[in-house]
């Protein structure tokens, strides 16, 4: 719960600050209690989700089975009213783009034995992935003025506040600081809050969901790419054509997603539909 109220806190208010000082808009009124409440549901009770999770379950195998949540997102469009409806061909590259990441993670998953603590975990994480889609779904359909950054920015303050009472009244432990674990929560800060979630609220904002929500699969073969570079993890065979599956998946869901329409946007601005 500390870990992601102060990964959380730190982002969103760096991020509000720099947009305050730089004179820019922020949201306002029933905008900000929706930024706020989606924030809650994507970040708090999403990412929230998955780091209760992996007390549980080793992040390899966390990992494959966040590879779910586009199914999550896609039937929660197409479910809601006026939602984008289901298509054959893109839940097919779905599964491929799963099957992918089944291939790249599979080694990881073996290297652990099946803990008592696995339907419990699976069960939290299904939990992350919803309160992720619906909050993204929720926030996707709001008419806003802010620019999506913005939002994602306040999105994350909101995650992190909420944890704050539970970190108070349930914090039983002392925390050791270390150089490690502080550089840890910085990258997080940066890499995975301020620029990877300003990533995907932007991508929100202006592709349809079906792509959005394949972000999961590109995940994976940024991971192994980067620890290929980095770390000279192993690199053969297996990882190439889970990568190449991967892509296929994503183009098939690229090529069959139904183009944006525009909407108008407050003040008479249009915004793509998603």
């Known amino acids: 719960m500390l870990l992601v109220c102060a990964r959380y806190v730190i982002s969103g208010s760096s991020m509000l600050a720099v947009i305050a000082l730089r004179g820019g808009s922020l949201p306002r009124g029933r905008e900000l209690r929706a930024a706020c ?33 586009p199914f ?15 298509h054959l061909p ?9 099957g992918g990441a089944a291939l790249l993670f599979a080694p990881d998953v073996h290297a652990h034995t099946v803990q008592a603590g696995l339907l419990k975990g699976f069960l939290v994480l299904q939990l992350g992935m919803a309160g ?6 929720y926030q996707r359909r709001r008419v806003a003025g802010a620019h999506p950054i913005v939002i994602g920015a306040v999105q994350q303050l909101a995650a992190g506040l909420s944890f704050l009472p539970f970190v108070l009244m349930f914090h ?17 800060v940066l890499f995975g809050s301020i620029v990877g979630y300003s990533a995907y609220v932007y991508a929100l904002d202006r ?12 995940n994976s073969v940024v991971a192994v790419t980067l620890g290929w570079l980095f770390y000279r993890e192993l690199f053969g065979v297996r990882e190439a054509a889970a990568m190449a599956i991967i892509f296929a998946g994503v183009a098939l869901v690229k090529r069959y997603s139904r183009p944006p329409a525009s909407v108008p946007r407050r ?7 998603r």
Do not use: K, Q
């Open 132 to 137: 992720w889609a619906f909050g993204s779904i």
């Open 207 to 218: 592709l349809p969901v079906a792509i959005v929500s394949i972000y999961p699969y590109v």
């Open 90 to 98: 893109t839940i097919l590259g779905m599964l491929v783009g799963l």
């Open 37 to 69: 409440l989606s924030g809650v549901l994507v970040l708090g009770i999403g990412n929230g989700a998955l780091v209760f999770a992996e007390l549980w379950v080793p992040s390899g195998l966390a990992c494959l089975i966040v590879t779910c949540s």
């Open 172 to 188: 039983e432990h002392p925390v050791h600081w270390t150089l490690r674990g502080a550089g840890a929560i910085l990258y997080l």
């Open 72 to 86: 999550w997102m896609v039937g929660a469009e197409a479910l809601l009213p006026g939602g984008e409806p289901l």
């Open 267 to 273: 003040g008479g601005a249009m915004v793509v539909d």
